[in-house]
Protein backbone atom coordinates (compact mmCIF):
# COMPACT_ATOMS: atom_id res chain seq x y z
CA UNK A 1 0.00 0.00 0.00
CA UNK A 2 1.09 3.64 -0.41
CA UNK A 3 2.58 5.34 2.49
CA UNK A 4 3.50 8.81 1.32
CA UNK A 5 1.46 10.64 -1.01
CA UNK A 6 2.90 14.07 -2.50
CA UNK A 7 0.86 16.96 -3.76
CA UNK A 8 0.71 18.95 -5.99
CA UNK A 9 1.70 16.03 -8.84
CA UNK A 10 3.08 18.86 -10.91
CA UNK A 11 4.57 22.36 -9.68
CA UNK A 12 5.46 24.56 -12.08
CA UNK A 13 6.76 28.37 -10.96
CA UNK A 14 8.84 30.99 -11.76
CA UNK A 15 12.45 31.44 -10.97
CA UNK A 16 13.15 33.06 -7.79
CA UNK A 17 10.23 32.21 -6.47
CA UNK A 18 9.84 29.67 -3.10
CA UNK A 19 8.16 25.87 -4.13
CA UNK A 20 6.63 24.01 -1.46
CA UNK A 21 5.45 20.57 -1.84
CA UNK A 22 3.54 18.36 0.94
CA UNK A 23 3.75 14.75 1.91
CA UNK A 24 1.03 12.44 3.93
CA UNK A 25 2.06 9.36 4.75
CA UNK A 26 -0.40 6.71 6.89
CA UNK A 27 1.07 4.65 9.46
CA UNK A 28 3.51 5.52 12.24
CA UNK A 29 7.18 6.60 11.16
CA UNK A 30 10.70 6.35 12.45
CA UNK A 31 12.21 9.22 9.97
CA UNK A 32 10.81 10.80 7.35
CA UNK A 33 13.45 11.69 4.36
CA UNK A 34 13.28 14.02 1.07
CA UNK A 35 14.84 12.82 -2.40
CA UNK A 36 15.23 14.36 -5.37
CA UNK A 37 15.62 12.69 -9.20
CA UNK A 38 16.23 14.17 -12.27
CA UNK A 39 14.65 12.72 -15.00
CA UNK A 40 15.95 8.89 -15.14
CA UNK A 41 18.53 9.52 -12.64
CA UNK A 42 19.44 8.61 -9.42
CA UNK A 43 17.62 9.90 -6.40
CA UNK A 44 19.68 12.62 -4.53
CA UNK A 45 19.51 12.98 -0.39
CA UNK A 46 17.94 16.06 0.28
CA UNK A 47 17.47 15.70 4.06
CA UNK A 48 16.30 13.88 6.79
CA UNK A 49 13.58 14.88 9.49
CA UNK A 50 13.49 12.33 13.23
CA UNK A 51 9.78 11.68 13.88
CA UNK A 52 10.50 13.92 17.19
CA UNK A 53 11.59 16.80 15.25
CA UNK A 54 9.45 19.37 14.01
CA UNK A 55 11.20 21.50 11.35
CA UNK A 56 14.87 21.25 9.91
CA UNK A 57 17.29 23.62 7.51
CA UNK A 58 19.45 22.81 4.88
CA UNK A 59 20.47 25.58 2.51
CA UNK A 60 17.49 26.64 1.02
CA UNK A 61 15.68 23.91 1.91
CA UNK A 62 13.13 23.73 5.02
CA UNK A 63 11.39 20.79 6.16
CA UNK A 64 8.30 20.73 8.43
CA UNK A 65 6.96 17.62 9.64
CA UNK A 66 3.67 17.48 11.64
CA UNK A 67 2.74 13.76 13.39
CA UNK A 68 -0.31 14.34 14.56
CA UNK A 69 -1.55 15.22 11.47
CA UNK A 70 1.14 12.47 9.57
CA UNK A 71 2.52 15.32 7.10
CA UNK A 72 5.54 16.78 5.98
CA UNK A 73 6.36 19.44 3.87
CA UNK A 74 9.24 20.48 1.55
CA UNK A 75 9.93 24.56 0.67
CA UNK A 76 12.92 25.13 -1.08
CA UNK A 77 13.05 29.02 -1.46
CA UNK A 78 14.84 31.65 -3.77
CA UNK A 79 14.47 28.47 -6.57
CA UNK A 80 16.77 27.94 -9.48
CA UNK A 81 16.41 26.52 -13.08
CA UNK A 82 18.65 23.91 -11.55
CA UNK A 83 16.14 22.92 -9.16
CA UNK A 84 13.35 21.32 -11.47
CA UNK A 85 13.11 17.72 -10.98
CA UNK A 86 11.00 15.52 -9.26
CA UNK A 87 10.89 15.16 -5.23
CA UNK A 88 9.85 12.24 -3.27
CA UNK A 89 9.04 11.82 0.18
CA UNK A 90 10.04 8.52 2.00
CA UNK A 91 9.41 6.79 5.03
CA UNK A 92 10.68 4.01 7.54
CA UNK A 93 8.65 2.66 10.40
CA UNK A 94 11.62 2.43 12.57
CA UNK A 95 14.37 -0.71 11.87
CA UNK A 96 17.19 0.59 10.65
CA UNK A 97 17.86 -1.63 7.92
CA UNK A 98 14.55 -0.80 6.99
CA UNK A 99 13.22 -0.38 3.51
CA UNK A 100 11.89 3.26 2.50
CA UNK A 101 8.14 3.69 1.52
CA UNK A 102 8.21 6.22 -1.16
CA UNK A 103 4.89 8.60 -2.33
CA UNK A 104 4.29 9.44 -5.85
CA UNK A 105 6.60 12.42 -6.10
CA UNK A 106 6.11 16.32 -7.46
CA UNK A 107 7.63 17.29 -10.27
CA UNK A 108 8.75 20.16 -10.01
CA UNK A 109 9.69 23.26 -13.09
CA UNK A 110 11.29 26.23 -12.82
CA UNK A 111 10.60 28.53 -15.17
CA UNK A 112 13.35 30.51 -16.26
CA UNK B 1 33.33 11.80 -1.57
CA UNK B 2 32.62 8.35 -2.50
CA UNK B 3 29.46 7.57 -3.97
CA UNK B 4 27.40 4.17 -4.36
CA UNK B 5 28.67 2.05 -7.16
CA UNK B 6 26.15 0.28 -9.44
CA UNK B 7 27.15 -2.06 -12.74
CA UNK B 8 26.30 -2.29 -15.14
CA UNK B 9 24.36 0.86 -16.05
CA UNK B 10 22.38 -0.48 -18.93
CA UNK B 11 21.29 -3.59 -19.65
CA UNK B 12 19.47 -5.31 -22.20
CA UNK B 13 17.78 -9.17 -21.95
CA UNK B 14 15.63 -11.36 -23.92
CA UNK B 15 12.33 -12.62 -21.66
CA UNK B 16 13.24 -15.87 -19.64
CA UNK B 17 16.72 -14.65 -19.82
CA UNK B 18 18.87 -14.28 -16.17
CA UNK B 19 20.46 -11.09 -14.97
CA UNK B 20 22.90 -9.81 -12.35
CA UNK B 21 23.25 -6.59 -10.96
CA UNK B 22 25.94 -5.94 -8.84
CA UNK B 23 26.36 -2.68 -6.49
CA UNK B 24 29.30 -1.34 -4.38
CA UNK B 25 28.15 0.93 -1.53
CA UNK B 26 30.02 3.56 -0.01
CA UNK B 27 32.90 2.29 2.23
CA UNK B 28 32.10 1.92 5.49
CA UNK B 29 28.32 1.44 5.26
CA UNK B 30 27.19 -1.95 6.05
CA UNK B 31 23.48 -1.95 4.91
CA UNK B 32 22.44 -2.27 1.51
CA UNK B 33 19.05 -2.14 -0.17
CA UNK B 34 17.32 -2.46 -3.67
CA UNK B 35 14.53 -0.77 -5.05
CA UNK B 36 12.75 -1.20 -8.50
CA UNK B 37 11.80 2.06 -10.20
CA UNK B 38 9.25 1.25 -13.35
CA UNK B 39 8.05 4.07 -15.81
CA UNK B 40 6.67 7.10 -14.16
CA UNK B 41 6.53 5.30 -10.92
CA UNK B 42 7.56 5.54 -7.21
CA UNK B 43 10.35 3.42 -6.22
CA UNK B 44 9.64 0.43 -4.55
CA UNK B 45 11.57 -1.38 -1.92
CA UNK B 46 12.60 -5.24 -2.72
CA UNK B 47 15.30 -5.96 -0.25
CA UNK B 48 17.78 -5.08 2.57
CA UNK B 49 20.97 -6.45 3.82
CA UNK B 50 22.86 -5.63 7.02
CA UNK B 51 26.21 -6.90 7.47
CA UNK B 52 25.41 -9.77 4.97
CA UNK B 53 22.26 -10.93 6.17
CA UNK B 54 18.67 -10.26 4.81
CA UNK B 55 17.29 -7.91 6.87
CA UNK B 56 13.98 -6.36 5.72
CA UNK B 57 11.64 -7.94 2.54
CA UNK B 58 9.77 -5.66 0.00
CA UNK B 59 7.68 -6.79 -2.81
CA UNK B 60 10.83 -9.45 -4.87
CA UNK B 61 9.61 -11.50 -7.02
CA UNK B 62 10.08 -14.81 -6.04
CA UNK B 63 12.29 -14.94 -9.42
CA UNK B 64 14.89 -12.78 -7.45
CA UNK B 65 17.61 -13.17 -5.12
CA UNK B 66 19.97 -10.90 -3.66
CA UNK B 67 23.04 -11.77 -1.51
CA UNK B 68 25.58 -9.56 0.08
CA UNK B 69 29.07 -10.50 0.53
CA UNK B 70 31.93 -10.23 3.06
CA UNK B 71 33.30 -6.95 1.47
CA UNK B 72 29.71 -6.17 1.66
CA UNK B 73 29.19 -5.29 -1.83
CA UNK B 74 25.70 -6.97 -3.00
CA UNK B 75 24.30 -8.68 -6.13
CA UNK B 76 20.74 -8.62 -7.75
CA UNK B 77 20.00 -12.00 -9.51
CA UNK B 78 16.76 -11.92 -11.29
CA UNK B 79 15.62 -15.29 -13.25
CA UNK B 80 13.43 -15.68 -16.12
CA UNK B 81 13.01 -12.29 -16.79
CA UNK B 82 9.82 -10.94 -17.49
CA UNK B 83 8.82 -7.67 -19.84
CA UNK B 84 7.34 -6.20 -16.41
CA UNK B 85 10.93 -6.23 -15.29
CA UNK B 86 11.83 -3.68 -17.38
CA UNK B 87 12.90 -0.94 -15.10
CA UNK B 88 15.13 0.98 -13.07
CA UNK B 89 16.81 -1.10 -10.10
CA UNK B 90 18.54 1.36 -7.48
CA UNK B 91 21.17 0.03 -4.80
CA UNK B 92 21.43 2.20 -1.79
CA UNK B 93 23.65 2.07 1.22
CA UNK B 94 23.40 3.46 4.65
CA UNK B 95 25.20 2.59 8.53
CA UNK B 96 23.28 1.22 11.37
CA UNK B 97 24.68 4.32 13.13
CA UNK B 98 23.04 7.75 13.24
CA UNK B 99 19.50 8.28 11.83
CA UNK B 100 19.89 5.93 8.50
CA UNK B 101 19.89 7.98 5.60
CA UNK B 102 20.30 5.92 2.53
CA UNK B 103 22.02 7.15 -0.05
CA UNK B 104 21.22 5.91 -4.04
CA UNK B 105 23.60 5.02 -6.40
CA UNK B 106 23.29 5.68 -9.99
CA UNK B 107 20.58 2.49 -10.90
CA UNK B 108 20.74 0.47 -13.56
CA UNK B 109 18.73 0.50 -16.23
CA UNK B 110 16.85 -2.75 -17.47
CA UNK B 111 15.64 -3.24 -20.48
CA UNK B 112 13.63 -6.99 -21.43
CA UNK B 113 12.95 -7.29 -24.51
Known amino acids: SQQGEEDPQALSIQEGENATMNCSYKTSINNLQWYRQNSGRGLVHLIL?????REKHSGRLRVTLDTSKKSSSLLITASRAADTASYFC????????????FGKGTHLIIQP | AAGVIQSPRHLIKEKRETATLKCYPIPRHDTVYWYQQGPGQDPQFLIS???????DKGSIPDRFSAQQFSDYHSELNMSSLELGDSALYFC????????????FGPGTRLTVT
Open chain 1, 90 to 101: ATDSGGGADGLT
Open chain 1, 49 to 53: IRSNE
Open chain 2, 49 to 55: FYEKMQS
Open chain 2, 92 to 103: ASSTQTGYYEQY
